[in-house]
């Protein structure tokens, strides 16, 4: 029998649809409506059998990237989420031997894309290779469910619904294939800042409700529904915080985005630019349009363009 002695996991970033949410619960979370769409724009974790290693932590990190991915302020201690999850998966299985896991980061840090979140899932499913755990999906889930409220939807990709904290998913029919320009700013945000800079501004939030008409629009492929359904809860207390992201909102609707808001959490901004129900050079040229207005409005470190929806977590 074949021992893998590296596994490599590509993952998507996300970008959130919909993020409708909740008051604050007792736990410290909020009840969400989530609709995850993943993009194009990919992570990839490698996990290499260090067993010769003679100390043991269970796991070593390193991570690379190219511009705007913020390295600096990627983890590379057991607070990593990745190494989260591997500590988890050993624990669980028994499994477990030294790891070294190497972080190929493309999808920003502390930009509002699940970015340590879908290399949690990576994490998990290279893990579960090299070791050869033989972890059902549902067993992976599970796992994932326990490290973040983002991290089961990295093992599945798609265009799925969050509810619960969001970990619990159902995936959502949408045939049509999206076209995507994101701003990358400068700036972090941090998730629990933004938490509580809503429940500051909201503190009498309703319960979330899942929007008919973004489903119906991700159903029928119809980008300029789509476009107008975009909405997130989050946005106004990222705003407060990063004022200048309204700016940058505003320069990508002016250039011609089908439609824009920040994603997730943010800082990152996300622009609709086109489908696959449009005209393919119209798309062409409205993308370009849209990326040039960023690139030079001085807002941001860097734009980047991808498609969705895509695959979870495969290995490669």
């Known amino acids: 029998m074949t021992v893998n002695t590296t596994v ?17 619960r007792e736990d410290g979370f909020h009840d969400l409506v989530n609709v995850f769409h993943a993009v194009s724009l990919f992570d990839e974790v490698t996990a290499r ?18 511009t705007g991915s913020h390295l600096a302020r990627v983890p590379l201690d057991s607070s990593n989420l990745a190494a989260r999850a591997a500590g988890l998966l050993a624990e669980t299985t028994g499994k477990g031997t030294p790891v070294d896991l190497d972080l190929l980061k493309q999808i920003p ?21 090299l070791w050869g755990s033989g ?45 995507w320009v994101f701003a990358l700013s400068p700036h972090g945000l941090s998730t629990p800042a933004v938490f509580g800079e809503y429940d500051r501004l909201f503190p009498d939030a309703p319960e979330p409700r899942e929007s008919p008409a973004l489903r119906a629009a991700l159903a029928e492929a119809d980008t300029a529904a789509l476009g107008r359904a975009l909405d997130n809860d989050l946005q106004p207390a ?19 985005a089908v ?3 920040v994603s997730g959490s943010g ?39 991808a498609e969705g929806d895509v695959p979870g977590a495969t290995p490669v």
């Open 259 to 261: 439609g824009a808001l």
């Open 135 to 179: 972890t059902a999906q549902e067993g992976l889930a599970g796992l994932a469910a326990r490290l973040g409220s983002d991290v089961a939807f990295g093992l599945v990709g798609g265009t799925a619904v969050g509810t619960g904290r969001g970990e619990i998913l159902t995936p959502m029919d949408s045939p049509g294939r999206f076209h």
């Open 49 to 66: 059998d260090a067993s010769a290693r003679r100390s043991r932590p269970l796991t070593e990190l390193t991570a690379d990237g190219g």
């Open 109 to 129: 840090v502390a930009g509002g894309m699940a970015g340590g979140s879908a290399d949690a899932a990576a994490a998990l499913v290279a893990c579960d290779r």
């Open 238 to 256: 990222a705003l407060s915080l990063l004022p200048e992201l309204e700016r940058t909102l505003d320069t990508g609707r002016a250039a011609g």
């Open 8 to 24: 490599t996991v590509r993952v998507p970033a996300k970008v959130n649809l919909q993020l409708a949410v909740g008051p604050g």
């Open 267 to 305: 800082p990152t901004c996300a622009f609709l630019v086109g489908g696959a129900d449009e005209d393919p050079g119209t798309v062409r040229a409205r993308r370009r349009e849209v990326v040039a207005a960023l690139e030079s409005s001085g807002l941001c470190e860097s734009v980047v363009t």
